[in-house]
C-alpha cells in the first residue's frame, strides 16, 4: 500500500507524520459530489448504484489529499436492512414510514443479512479496486443505541424522548431491539471487511443524550459486542459523541482508537484513554474562519496530542456551507507540521 499511515498510527505504530482524514469528508462540500447528486434522483439511489458511491469515496482523495477513504453510505442502511424503509427529505434528513414501539414492532423486523447490503458490498469491492492501494478504506456503521434512536423515534430529533422514553420504561424490550440491531450490524461491518474495508468506525451519534449510567446500560456493552467481534479483523474506531462523561468505561472497550469530539481536553483523554490511539478533535466550525486562525487552532491540537498514538481529525463531521478551500487548507497544515 502506498499510504498506510492511518493503519499503521491506529495499530500504535509510530509513523512518519500524523495521519488525517475527516468525518463527512465524502460529501457536500466537494463540486464532483454535487454533480453526482443532480445525475440521481436522491440519496438513496446514490448510495445504491456502486460507480457513484464509489466516485463520491474517491473524490476527497484526489482533492484533498486525506490519508484515507471512507465509503460513501450512511449508517441508515443497517435499519433499512432488517426492514424500515425511509426517506432521505432535502435538508431535514430521514423519515421513516414505520417506527418500533411495541415488542411485535420487534418481532416484525428480521435480522439482516447480505442480500440486504449487497450494494454496499459491491462498491467497497469496486472502491479498493479503484483505489488501487493509494491510502486505506474505512468501512463503518452506527452503534447499536444511535440506530436504536432512529427506529423508535422514525426522525432525528433533539430530545430523543421518545427512543429515552424506551429505556425507561420497557428496558427488557430496548435490550432485545438493541440486541437484534447489534447482531445485524456484526453481520454487516463483517461483510464490509470481507469486501474491502481496511478498518472500521462505529458512529455513536446519539450516545451523549443518555447520562452516564443509562449510556453504560444501553450504548456501550452494545459497542463492546461489536468491537470484540470486529478487533479480531481489522483496527476498530469508536467515536462516542458526547460521551466523554463514561470515559472510564469506554477505556476498557476492545478497540484500537476512540474518536473523541472537540468538547474533550486532549490531556484529559490521554489520561482516562491510556494505550488508546486517539481521533480528532477540531470544532469543525475553526474551518469557517481565517486561515490564520485555522493554522493556530490546528497547532494548538497536534502539539497537545502529540504525533504518538494520534490521527487528526474533526470533532465531528465537517459542515457542507464550510469553504473547500478552508477545509484543504486544514489538511495541508496536518500533513506539513513538524512535531518539536
Ligand atoms: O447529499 C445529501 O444531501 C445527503 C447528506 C448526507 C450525506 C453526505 C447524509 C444524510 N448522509 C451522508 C453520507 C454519510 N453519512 C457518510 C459518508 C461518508 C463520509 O463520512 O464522508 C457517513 C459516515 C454518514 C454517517 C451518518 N449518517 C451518521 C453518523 C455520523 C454523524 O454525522 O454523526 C448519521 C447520524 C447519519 C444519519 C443521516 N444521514 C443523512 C442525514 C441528513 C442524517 C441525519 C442526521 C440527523 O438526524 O441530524
Redo the contacts with the bound molecule.
Keep these: 500500500m502506498k499510504n498506510d499511515i492511518l493503519l499503521r498510527a491506529a495499530r500504535g505504530e509510530e509513523t512518519e507524520r500524523v495521519p488525517v482524514w475527516m468525518?463527512?469528508?465524502?460529501?457536500?462540500i466537494l463540486p464532483g459530489y454535487r454533480k453526482i447528486?443532480e445525475r440521481v434522483k436522491d440519496?438513496q439511489e446514490l448510495v445504491k448504484t456502486p460507480e457513484l458511491a464509489c466516485e463520491a469515496t474517491i473524490e476527497p482523495v484526489n482533492l484533498l489529499g486525506v490519508d484515507a477513504a471512507?465509503i460513501?453510505?450512511?449508517?441508515?442502511v443497517v435499519p433499512e436492512a432488517m426492514g424500515l424503509d425511509y426517506q432521505?427529505l432535502e435538508s431535514r434528513?430521514?423519515i421513516f414510514e414505520k417506527t418500533i414501539q411495541t415488542q411485535k414492532d420487534i418481532d416484525s423486523i428480521r435480522i439482516g443479512s447480505t442480500e440486504n447490503w449487497n450494494y454496499v458490498v459491491e462498491a467497497l469491492k469496486l472502491t479498493r479496486k479503484e483505489l488501487n492501494e493509494r491510502v486505506p478504506l474505512i468501512g463503518?456503521a452506527?452503534s447499536p443505541w444511535?440506530i436504536f434512536a432512529y427506529m423508535t423515534e422514525g426522525k432525528?430529533s433533539k430530545t430523543f424522548s421518545v427512543a429515552k422514553r424506551m429505556l425507561y420504561s420497557n428496558p427488557e424490550m430496548a435490550h432485545a431491539l438493541l440486541d437484534k440491531i447489534t447482531q445485524t450490524t456484526v453481520k454487516y461491518l463483517k461483510d464490509q471487511v470481507n469486501a474491502g474495508a481496511q478498518i472500521v468506525q462505529i458512529?455513536d451519534?446519539w450516545g451523549g443524550i443518555l447520562s452516564p449510567e443509562s449510556y453504560e446500560e444501553f450504548s456501550l456493552p452494545y459497542i463492546a459486542k461489536i468491537c470484540d467481534e470486529l478487533s479480531k479483523l481489522v483496527p476498530v474506531i469508536a467515536f462516542p459523541?458526547g460521551a466523554f462523561f463514561s470515559a472510564k468505561a469506554i477505556a476498557k472497550l476492545n478497540c484500537n482508537a476512540i474518536s473523541l469530539d472537540w468538547t474533550v481536553d486532549p490531556a484529559e483523554a490521554r489520561q482516562l484513554l491510556p494505550g488508546k490511539v486517539l481521533q480528532g478533535n477540531l470544532d469543525p466550525c475553526v474551518l469557517y474562519a481565517e486561515h490564520a486562525v485555522i493554522k493556530a487552532k490546528t497547532h494548538k491540537m497536534l502539539e497537545q496530542f502529540g504525533s504518538k498514538k494520534y490521527i487528526a481529525n474533526l470533532g465531528?463531521?465537517v459542515y457542507p456551507d464550510i469553504p473547500m478551500d478552508n477545509v484543504k487548507f486544514f489538511i495541508d497544515t496536518v500533513k506539513q507540521y513538524q512535531s518539536k
Excluded at 468525518?23 to 457536500?28: E, N, S, Y
Excluded at 460513501?72 to 441508515?76: E, P
Design positions: 468525518m463527512r469528508q465524502a460529501g457536500r447528486r440519496f471512507i460513501f453510505s450512511d449508517i441508515l432521505m434528513g430521514p463503518f452506527g444511535t432525528g458512529f451519534s459523541k465531528h463531521g
